[in-house]
């Protein structure tokens, strides 16, 4: 099971720090995917971490705003996002798939397990 948490209302400009924690598995052997789905948009693919959390991917409409980053030890993947705008809000899903590496990364049909998602809201 994936759970998502760190969603939100927040300012334009501001920041927030999403987490995504697993509970009956080890995520040492999955890379990491976030997807956000915006109202009337589709899935979009926003982050990838591999396995080693040394290779990193991001969506063009988040690199340099957007850094994803693991800690095997606590079984959880975080995503730092800052200079939020609103064009960021969205609902958030974590995703885990077999590893070590990203390719591929917004092929969601190589995830095999996703969390319900978390809200992030960025408005005035």
């Known amino acids: 099971q994936l759970v998502e948490s760190g969603g939100g209302l927040v300012q334009p400009g501001g920041s927030l720090r999403l987490s995504c924690a697993a509970s009956g598995f080890s995520l040492d052997y999955y890379a990491i995917g976030w997807f956000r789905r915006a109202p009337g948009k589709l899935r979009e693919g926003v982050s990838c971490v591999s396995t080693s959390g040394r290779r990193a991917d991001y969506g063009e409409s988040v690199e340099g705003r957007f850094t994803i980053s693991r800690d095997n030890a606590k079984n959880t993947v975080y995503l730092q996002m800052n200079s939020l705008k609103p064009e960021d809000t969205a609902i958030y899903y974590c995703?885990?798939?077999?590893?070590?590496?990203?390719?591929?990364?917004?092929?969601?049909?190589?995830?095999?397990?996703w969390g319900k998602g978390t809200q992030v809201t960025v408005s005035s």
């Open positions: 995703a885990a798939r077999p590893g070590p590496g990203c390719g591929d990364s917004w092929d969601d049909g190589l995830y095999d397990y």
